[in-house]
């Protein structure tokens, strides 16, 4: 086996569905050495034992997980209560998210490649805890909207891990200096959705990881469709699978991807272009082979797929 990369995972699952996916993702990334996944935003600890889940599901009980502190409280979401009431929640003692991610750099050999897939709470109280940090942080993420808005109509809009909470945002982009810094905003991951003929393999799995996935998945969809579980259909196509764009980055060569080098700010809720920005970012705003990425995501989750 290749050298593995390190990885820290903020997210907040539990609200959009998009996270869990990714967290399956990662899970079925041989190249990747899990070694921390925080949760952030409205009840973390709730969000953490969505992960936990996820984690036993997949025989991977040993990864650390880590709660932040409660953000944003309202922004509770969908399918969390429900979804944990039904299957069993995971209660435990999750420690604090900032510093585990303090330590876990601070005790890596190596730099770490720190994905981000949340509104930046977690991150931003690591950076206080410890500004050095970011020195030794290969910072992958999901934010923003440059050409590209939700609905895929021309135009900048406020993206939600952005928005969410913009003190954080403007610590991390802002007034920080990573080791290297990419990003998919809008512009590419919000094209990625799976039809149903790519859905039912999924649903057929008995794979325990995707079993669970899908559990979940069809838990979000009561909830946004408001209509009983045993009421809800698989749909002509997923919402947007965002957050797996970020895990891609992280993990290939990004040759799917057509990548610029941006200097970029966060004011007024967005990312503008800014000579004066601390990081030149690599942004990825068009996909050269979309339909490869979907195959690729599909064969990792079922288990058929090799690196790219």
């Given amino acids: 086996m290749e050298h593995r990369i390190p990885v820290?995972?903020?997210?907040?699952?539990?609200?959009?569905?998009?996270?869990?996916?990714?967290?399956?993702?990662?899970?079925?990334?041989?190249?990747c050495d899990l070694r921390l996944i925080a949760a952030a935003t409205g009840e973390p600890t709730l969000r953490a034992m969505v992960v936990s889940r996820l984690l036993a599901a997949a025989g991977r009980s040993g990864i650390p997980v880590s709660a932040g502190r409660r953000y944003q409280t309202k922004e509770m979401a969908f399918h969390l209560d429900a979804y944990?009431?039904?299957?069993?929640?995971?209660?435990?003692?999750?420690?604090?998210?900032?510093?585990?991610?303090?330590?876990?750099?601070?005790?890596?050999?190596?730099?770490?490649?720190?994905?981000?897939?949340?509104?930046?709470?977690?991150?931003?109280?690591?950076?206080?805890?410890?500004?050095?940090?970011?020195?030794?942080?290969?910072?992958?993420?999901?934010?923003?909207?440059?050409?590209?808005?939700?609905?895929?109509?021309?135009?900048?809009?406020?993206?939600?891990?952005?928005?969410?909470?913009?003190?954080?945002?403007?610590?991390?982009?802002n007034r920080t200096r990573w080791r290297s810094m990419t990003i998919t905003p809008l512009d590419t991951c919000g094209e990625i959705v799976f039809s149903?003929?790519?859905l039912l393999p999924l649903e057929q799995s008995k794979d325990p990881l995707i079993a669970e996935l899908m559990t979940s998945y069809r838990w979000w969809l009561a909830s946004v469709e408001k209509k009983r579980i045993d009421q809800v259909n698989l749909p002509p196509r997923t919402s947007s699978l965002f957050d797996t764009v970020a895990v891609y980055l992280a993990l290939s060569r990004r040759e799917l991807l057509e990548m610029r080098k941006l200097r970029l700010s966060f004011e007024n809720a967005v990312l503008r272009e800014n000579e004066n920005a601390p990081n030149e970012i690599n942004v990825a705003l068009e996909w050269k082979e979309k339909s490869a990425f979907l195959e690729l995501l599909a064969g990792r989750l079922l288990g058929t797929g090799s690196p790219n």
């Fill in 196 to 198: 149903r003929a790519a």
């Fill in 8 to 31: 820290i995972l903020d997210t907040d699952p539990g609200s959009d569905i998009d996270d869990s996916w990714a967290i399956a993702m990662l899970l079925r990334s041989p190249e």
């Fill in 84 to 173: 944990l009431k039904h299957t069993g929640d995971l209660p435990g003692h999750y420690p604090d998210a900032a510093e585990s991610i303090v330590r876990t750099v601070r005790e890596s050999p190596e730099p770490v490649t720190l994905i981000a897939i949340a509104p930046l709470t977690n991150i931003a109280d690591a950076l206080r805890l410890e500004p050095e940090i970011a020195s030794r942080i290969d910072f992958v993420g999901m934010f923003g909207s440059l050409f590209r808005q939700y609905d895929g109509s021309k135009g900048r809009c406020a993206e939600w891990n952005l928005w969410c909470d913009q003190e954080s945002a403007d610590l991390v982009f």
